[in-house]
């Protein structure tokens, strides 16, 4: 069996991340959100587009205001009036001021607004009754950005802040990653759909559903191709089929060591490279990674193999530590693909016998600036499905360390 991390390092050491060129479709701005930008954006506007106000108030020159005070204020002529939207009409010469509003462009001649709250007005006159600083709430043209330079840099998720500045800077159309393709396999003689009625020995198939909608939350297009039976024929033309349409192939069940667990078997029949055969982690052990490449597939990149235990407790546990950040990184992400881990105090003691590194579920909470992990109620089993719902943390017991009680530290996996 593998350490965690070492395995960890292994796989993510294979991915490949899409390529900028060949693995890249445009998309309308409408279409791009959570996609991940490919190329880096530039725009041909300055940010501000121009000199405009910061603030309700008048734009005057500063040279006219510049030792005034409520004593001996300043008496200007005000001669225009400008609102948002509005080119100004005049330029303002000495002892003159513009009405002018948030937004409003600054009208040439003013370098600088003074607030209305620091102004009276009496009919076509205004007193400055304070001096602001220089250029005082003038927002300048390209302060906030130099058109033709970096915008945004390819390898990020586009979420709302980006869709904000892409269509502030009128960026319509705009080069994503495509979606990897995720093929999903369940196998085993005992499972059945949710639709179908149960006899007995069997088990619905929860795995190809919560590991669709899994690939699916974190950006990839899942393609599920159902329940395979324990037979090496149908076996083969199952993997061979989902290797030759996506980038990354999960199967559950059939990993292990028992007579109907033919998928290694079948693997290094199809050609593939095992680079892993067991973990160290509970639950989970049972866990395959290997790769295909060449005439077994019609990728240039090789193609990500994961035989994923059967329980459905395992087969979620070893997706969030293993198989998340793979198609994170393989999604084009430059940065933020890893495990996410934090540290928290436990509201429970945390129990293992030490022998393999042991995640246990449950919610973490951020409570005033303090994580705090709370251990999901019921047996902690790798068959016990229900009491993953709401899981929102994996506490982690390292090899060797049999408890972490109430109160004490613990590191912790973060799901989204």
């Known amino acids: 069996m593998l350490p965690v991390k070492q395995a960890e390092e292994i796989i993510l050491g294979l991915v490949q991340p899409l390529h900028d060129g060949e693995d890249t479709e445009n998309v309308d701005l409408s279409s791009a959100l959570s996609r991940i930008l490919a190329k880096p954006v530039t ?18 020159r500063f040279a006219d205001i510049e030792f005034c005070d409520d004593q001996q204020p300043a008496i200007l002529e005000i001669v225009a009036e400008i609102s948002a939207g509005v080119k100004p009409q005049r330029s303002i010469q000495p002892g003159q001021a513009a009405r ?35 250029q005082a709430y003038v927002r300048h043209q ?22 904000a500045v892409l269509a502030a800077a009128q960026c319509t159309q705009l080069a994503v990653y495509r979606r990897p393709r995720v093929a ?11 639709e179908q009625p149960l006899q007995p020995g069997q088990i619905v198939d929860s795995n190809q559903y919560a590991l669709a909608a899994l690939v699916a939350q974190i950006g990839g297009t899942p393609i599920p191709m159902g329940i395979v039976p324990d037979r090496p024929e149908a076996l083969l033309e199952a993997i061979a089929q989902a290797v030759a349409s996506a980038d990354m192939v999960l199967s559950s069940g059939g990993v292990s060591v028992g007579d109907y667990d033919y998928v ?25 990674f290997a790769t295909f490449s060449g005439s077994a597939t019609s990728n240039q990149k090789p193609v990500l193999y994961f035989g994923l235990p059967g329980n ?80 929102t943390g994996l506490a982690v017991l390292p090899v060797g360390k049999t408890s972490i009680l109430t109160g004490e530290q613990v590191q912790v996996l973060a799901i989204s």
């Open 264 to 288: 290694e078997s079948i693997l290094a029949q199809l050609g593939a490279e095992i680079h892993i055969r067991a973990v160290q982690i509970k639950p989970g052990k049972p866990l395959t």
């Open 312 to 391: 459905p407790v395992s087969s979620l546990v070893t997706f969030w530590r293993f198989v998340q950040p793979a198609i994170k990184k393989l999604s084009g992400l430059a940065e933020g693909w890893e495990p996410m881990w934090v540290q928290a105090l436990t509201s429970d003691n945390l129990l293992s016998d030490g022998k393999r590194e042991t995640y246990l579920w449950g919610k973490l909470n951020l409570v005033e600036g303090v994580y705090e992990f709370l251990l999901a109620g019921g047996s902690q089993s790798s068959g016990n499905l229900i009491n993953l719902a709401q899981t």
């Open 100 to 134: 002018i509003f948030t937004g409003a462009v600054m009208p040439l001649g003013a370098d600088t607004v003074v607030m209305q709250e620091q102004t009276q007005q009496e009919g076509e006159r205004v007193k400055i009754l304070a001096a602001p600083e220089p």
């Open 43 to 60: 725009s041909q506007l300055d940010f501000p587009h121009w000199d405009n106000s910061a603030m309700d108030g008048y734009a005057v």
């Open 142 to 163: 390209g302060a906030y950005y130099k058109a033709g330079t970096p915008l945004l840099p390819g390898g990020i998720p586009i979420k709302a802040p980006e869709i």
């Open 184 to 194: 999903i396999i369940s196998t085993g003689d005992e499972l059945v759909t949710p």
